[in-house]
């Protein structure tokens, strides 16, 4: 079974900064277009940032843009989401997912923004 592992989220306060991780020893990142998603309490799963499996422009939700990067080393088989300028209105648990001929998630990972 294919497994994404998450890390890095936590309790930060607003006007702050994480660093997401995603990894698998399963999968190749670089064959997959990988993306996080996030799922606010109450709320369905929405598409933060994207990242093409090809060269390309990654895409980001309009909420995050200018203070969410996405990006991965493939050396390590690592996915990041940078993210800063943290509100409480970010406050969700993160996903990582990969997907191509199959889509696979992983566990997520709660960050939590405090006002």
């Known amino acids: 079974q294919v497994q994404l592992v998450e890390s890095g989220g936590g309790l930060v306060p607003a006007g702050g900064s994480l660093r997401l991780s995603c990894t698998s020893y399963?999968?190749?990142?670089?064959?997959?277009?990988m993306s996080w998603y996030r799922q606010s309490s109450g709320q369905g799963r929405d598409l933060v940032a994207f990242n093409a499996r090809l060269d390309g422009d990654p895409t980001y939700a309009d909420s995050v843009k200018g203070r969410f990067t996405i990006f991965r080393d493939d050396a390590k088989n690592v996915l990041y989401l940078d993210m800063k300028n943290l509100t409480p209105e970010d406050t969700a648990m993160y996903y990582c997912?990969?997907?191509?001929?199959?889509?696979?998630w992983g566990r997520g990972t709660q960050v939590t923004v405090s006002s």
């Open positions: 997912q990969a997907s191509w001929d199959e889509v696979y």
């Open positions: 399963d999968i190749t990142f670089k064959d997959y277009g």
